[in-house]
């Protein structure tokens, strides 16, 4: 099965380093929080050797997370791709586990663009192609809004289209 032709927009990156860093951030803290309670402590519970070395816990999420988090935005750009040829939307997404999904034009039945608030800073903006079928229907992130508006449009008139066909 060949890639879609396009890819998201290369300030998708940035959005999920963005993303990956608020994470981070919070993985971190909560392991900071979670040492410093248990620094020192001699609760039956907490093994004597953590209880005085508690920086391990914030060393391994450092260690185990950092480069997880840091790798995994290039490696969804490079995966994230979408294509509109003829009558199908052709996407496919994921990190761990790909997805490839294919939505005939003639069975959408809605078209949302959506912009969170770091989408919006970005100029990103996210599609949603719903279907009657869960199955069916896809989600696009990371394309520029300009390219998420046409696209939008472009599907509405399409499905429009091949609805007043098929009466």
Do not use: C
């Amino acid at each position: 099965m060949r890639d879609p032709a396009n890819r998201v927009s290369p300030k998708a990156v940035r959005l999920w380093l963005i993303e990956s860093s608020i994470a981070f951030v919070f993985f971190l803290g909560g392991s900071l929080l979670v040492s410093r309670w248990l620094d020192g402590s001699r609760w039956w519970w907490v093994p004597g050797w953590y209880a005085d070395n508690s920086w391990l816990l914030p060393a391994a999420v450092v260690v185990l997370l950092l480069p997880f988090l840091v790798a995994e935005p290039f490696v969804r750009y490079a995966v994230h791709r979408w294509e509109l040829s003829g009558d199908v939307v052709y996407a496919r997404s994921g990190f761990l586990t790909r997805e490839w999904v294919f939505v005939p034009v003639s069975r959408i039945q809605t078209v949302d663009k959506g912009q969170g608030w770091l989408e919006r800073m970005l100029g990103l903006a996210t599609l949603e192609i719903r279907t009657a079928s869960h199955a069916g229907s896809s989600t696009i992130k990371g394309l520029d809004y300009g390219v998420a508006a046409g696209l939008a449009e472009q599907l509405a008139h399409r499905a429009e289209e091949l609805r007043d066909d098929a009466t």
